[in-house]
């Protein structure tokens, strides 16, 4: 079954010696008085919780998986439905909720370091209550105060989970061709008819109640994405108490069988005539749904760190233990029949890179998760653009290069097993599947490029993309000048200078011709991924230049890693920046005849 532990001293250090948590959450009135102290009891608690309660329904969740009964009614594993009332009994749900419907109103980076938690100990299991969250961000931005005072409070305590309604049979990105339509009724509520598909979370047996975000056309709509908007569809209609009352017409019609997340009901959920009231304006329900897909995004980005943190974890105490083999350079552990594979160079490769990745996607989505605490919460508004438009840009790169090398870290850690690698009974070969469809949901990893490199950077000229790279520029001015640094500042800078070109070769040939942004995006999305995380690499490195003399093997082994990575995972950009460069000709040129 294996095993995890909270990497507890690895996430205080990015909060508190790269971030400085403490002093950023001063200039938010509503957290100025959250000390470090206070952050690490609750992600020590958050651990226990993960490792003790979550993490040992993984592989029996995995094995079971959740079961179609009929009549719309889903089952979950055995023991979900308990660990999610120690969940809602110990208050996770409202973390970093507003205190006014019930909230402990922490930051939203506190809450992202516990959902990196709850993904390494449970994926399929964390999508419930991760679903539900982003339901509470969406109404929180968008509903109407009737909406919020009585959907908000359930949602924040638990009680009720929630789901986004996006996908229909025949489309799924492209939302402008949904069917699904929403006829107004006279006591201004809504029928909603039609039928969705691959509803994460969609229906269980965890909560008394679960509340559906639902795109659908109005009669009067207009053709495309213009003409849709977002209702709420609760399973249970409210009654004047606010407690459910009549079944409404929303119902699973079955499960999908899927490949891997086997403890997450992923359903079709139909819709006949069921009641429903309109979330924002009508014909903007696209805008309003943004808040929630983009923060599945980031959820999917907290999947992708989890899974490449418990796939090392895993991993690593294998190399120890597995004997195979001596060293090239003689053995290691001579008293024992073999060496522990550890000692073997590509083993060391496998390990360093899944270390190397999860702690640069940690420093990165963290301090993601602060920016969003900034855009939200801080009392300067130049700085709360400032994030907003940061969080723009790196959202897809958060999801994208995230779920790539957690795919590439989990088939990492099955090939260190070896055959007992897809022997499901060791684990690995869950951590593979289910890390294989971060990759696809929530927008495929091509979409999530086209947004990068179409939307957010050659859709505002680059104004959003100068706003990281001045501080890419500036950390390479102050340290470019000290010996010790430059085998992290030089690469940085040189990835910085050959993105900058890139940008404006691919922006060029773009104005001639449209597909060149299809044909570059994918590379050139894993190529800005490198400079994210080639940045947040070098920063970290600083701080453990600064501190090794103070002994802690902790700093000489982040020395190592960030050794590790510009020598060995750095590198691939010469490979997708040349693949960038290619362009579309290759591609579009060939006949469909010839394929």
């Given at each position: 079954?294996?095993?995890?532990?909270a990497?507890?001293?690895?996430?205080?250090?990015?909060?508190?010696?790269?971030?400085?948590?403490?002093?950023?959450?001063?200039?938010?009135?509503?957290?100025?008085?959250?000390?470090?102290?206070?952050?690490?009891?609750?992600?020590?608690?958050?651990?226990?919780?993960?490792?003790?309660?979550?993490?040992?329904?993984?592989?029996?969740?995995?094995?079971?998986?959740?079961?179609?009964?009929?009549?719309?009614?889903?089952?979950?594993?055995?023991?979900?439905?308990?660990?999610?009332?120690?969940?809602?009994?110990?208050?996770?749900?409202?973390?970093?909720?507003?205190?006014?419907?019930?909230?402990?109103?922490?930051?939203?980076?506190?809450?992202?370091?516990?959902?990196?938690?709850?993904?390494?100990?449970?994926?399929?299991?964390?999508?419930?209550?991760?679903?539900?969250?982003?339901?509470?961000?969406c109404?929180?931005?968008?509903?109407?105060?009737?909406?919020q005072?009585?959907?908000?409070?359930?949602?924040?305590?638990?009680?009720?989970?929630?789901?986004?309604?996006?996908?229909?049979?025949?489309?799924?990105?492209d939302?402008?061709?949904?069917?699904?339509?929403?006829?107004?009724t006279?006591?201004?509520?809504?029928?909603?008819?039609?039928?969705?598909?691959?509803?994460?979370?969609?229906?269980?047996?965890?909560?008394?109640?679960?509340?559906?975000?639902?795109?659908?056309?109005?009669?009067?709509?207009?053709?495309?994405?213009?003409?849709?908007?977002?209702?709420?569809?609760?399973?249970?209609?409210?009654?004047?108490?606010?407690?459910?009352?009549?079944?409404?017409?929303?119902?699973?019609?079955?499960?999908?069988?899927?490949?891997?997340?086997?403890?997450?009901?992923?359903?079709?959920?139909?819709?006949?005539?069921?009641?429903?009231?309109l979330?924002?304006?009508?014909?903007?329900?696209?805008?309003?749904?943004?808040?929630?897909?983009?923060?599945?995004?980031l959820?999917?980005?907290?999947?992708?760190?989890?899974?490449?943190?418990?796939?090392?974890?895993?991993?690593?105490?294998?190399?120890?233990?597995?004997?195979?083999?001596?060293?090239?350079?003689?053995?290691?552990?001579?008293?024992?029949?073999?060496?522990?594979?550890?000692?073997?160079?590509?083993?060391?490769?496998?390990?360093?890179?899944?270390?190397?990745?999860?702690?640069?996607?940690?420093?990165f989505?963290?301090?993601s998760?602060?920016?969003?605490?900034?855009?939200?919460?801080?009392?300067?508004?130049?700085?709360?653009?400032?994030?907003?438009?940061?969080?723009?840009?790196?959202?897809?790169?958060?999801?994208?290069?995230?779920?790539?090398?957690?795919?590439?870290?989990?088939?990492?850690?099955?090939?260190?097993?070896?055959?007992?690698?897809?022997?499901?009974e060791?684990?690995?070969?869950?951590?593979?599947?289910?890390?294989?469809?971060?990759?696809?949901?929530?927008?495929?990893?091509?979409?999530?490029?086209?947004?990068?490199?179409?939307?957010?950077?050659?859709?505002?000229?680059g104004a959003?993309?100068?706003?990281?790279?001045?501080?890419?520029?500036?950390?390479?001015?102050?340290?470019?000048?000290?010996?010790?640094?430059?085998?992290?500042?030089?690469?940085?800078?040189?990835?910085?200078?050959?993105?900058?070109?890139?940008?404006?070769?691919?922006?060029?040939?773009?104005?001639?011709?449209?597909?060149?942004?299809?044909?570059?995006?994918?590379?050139?999305?894993?190529?800005?991924?490198?400079?994210?995380?080639?940045?947040?690499?070098?920063?970290?490195?600083?701080?453990?230049?600064?501190?090794?003399?103070?002994?802690?093997?902790?700093?000489?082994?982040?020395?190592?890693?960030?050794?590790?990575?510009?020598?060995?995972?750095?590198?691939?950009?010469?490979?997708?920046?040349?693949?960038?460069?290619?362009?579309?000709?290759?591609?579009?040129?060939?006949?469909?005849?010839?394929?």
């Open positions: 079954m294996g095993q995890y532990a990497p507890l001293r690895d996430m205080q250090f990015v909060l508190h010696e790269l971030l400085n948590v403490e002093a950023e959450i001063s200039q938010m009135p509503k957290h100025a008085d959250l000390d470090a102290d206070t952050i690490n009891a609750v992600l020590e608690e958050a651990g226990k919780f993960c490792s003790e309660v979550l993490f040992p329904l993984n592989h029996s969740g995995d094995q079971e998986g959740c079961t179609y009964a009929g009549d719309g009614v889903v089952t979950t594993p055995k023991g979900f439905k308990e660990a999610y009332q120690q969940y809602v009994e110990a208050g996770w749900p409202a973390l970093g909720c507003d205190p006014e419907y019930g909230g402990q109103g922490l930051p939203a980076f506190v809450n992202n370091a516990l959902y990196e938690m709850l993904n390494s100990a449970n994926q399929a299991w964390t999508m419930y209550p991760g679903l539900s969250h982003g339901a509470y961000e109404l929180h931005a968008h509903g109407t105060p009737e909406l005072q009585r959907y908000l409070p359930k949602l924040v305590a638990g009680v009720w989970t929630g789901t986004m309604c996006l996908t229909e049979p025949h489309c799924g990105t939302l402008g061709i949904l069917r699904t339509r929403a006829e107004p006279s006591d201004g509520s809504y029928a909603i008819s039609g039928t969705k598909i691959f509803i994460s979370s969609g229906e269980h047996d965890l909560a008394e109640n679960i509340v559906h975000l639902v795109l659908a056309r109005l009669p009067d709509a207009p053709k495309g994405t213009k003409g849709i908007s977002l209702f709420i569809v609760p399973k249970f209609v409210p009654n004047e108490a606010g407690e459910p009352g009549e079944r409404n017409g929303v119902k699973c019609g079955s499960i999908e069988h899927k490949m891997g997340i086997h403890g997450n009901a992923t359903c079709v959920i139909n819709l006949d005539n069921a009641k429903g009231w979330v924002g304006e009508p014909n903007k329900g696209l805008n309003a749904m943004f808040v929630m897909m983009n923060a599945a995004r959820g999917v980005g907290m999947q992708s760190l989890g899974l490449t943190e418990v796939a090392y974890q895993n991993s690593l105490t294998y190399a120890k233990e597995r004997l195979q083999m001596r060293s090239l350079t003689g053995p290691k552990a001579p008293e024992k029949a073999a060496d522990p594979i550890i000692v073997h160079p590509d083993v060391r490769r496998m390990l360093l890179t899944q270390k190397a990745y999860a702690e640069g996607a940690r420093a989505s963290y301090w998760a602060l920016h969003i605490d900034k855009e939200l919460s801080h009392g300067d508004e130049a700085v709360r653009k400032e994030a907003a438009d940061l969080v723009a840009l790196l959202t897809p790169i958060l999801k994208a290069f995230l779920s790539d090398n957690a795919f590439e870290s989990t088939n990492h850690a099955m090939q260190i097993y070896g055959g007992h690698g897809f022997i499901a060791w684990g690995m070969e869950q951590y593979v599947r289910d890390a294989r469809i971060n990759m696809i949901y929530e927008g495929t990893n091509a979409i999530q490029a086209l947004d990068l490199l179409g939307r957010k950077i050659l859709g505002d000229m959003k993309m100068k706003k990281f790279g001045k501080l890419v520029t500036e950390f390479v001015e102050a340290e470019g000048i000290k010996p010790e640094m430059q085998e992290f500042v030089n690469p940085l800078a040189d990835i910085g200078d050959k993105v900058q070109k890139l940008t404006m070769e691919i922006g060029m040939k773009a104005m001639q011709n449209p597909d060149e942004v299809g044909a570059a995006a994918v590379p050139y999305l894993r190529t800005v991924g490198h400079l994210v995380f080639s940045y947040f690499w070098a920063r970290m490195a600083r701080i453990a230049l600064d501190k090794q003399a103070s002994g802690d093997p902790f700093y000489k082994a982040k020395l190592a890693t960030a050794r590790f990575y510009f020598a060995k995972l750095l590198p691939e950009t010469a490979m997708t920046i040349r693949q960038a460069r290619a362009g579309s000709k290759s591609l579009m040129d060939v006949e469909e005849a010839l394929f």
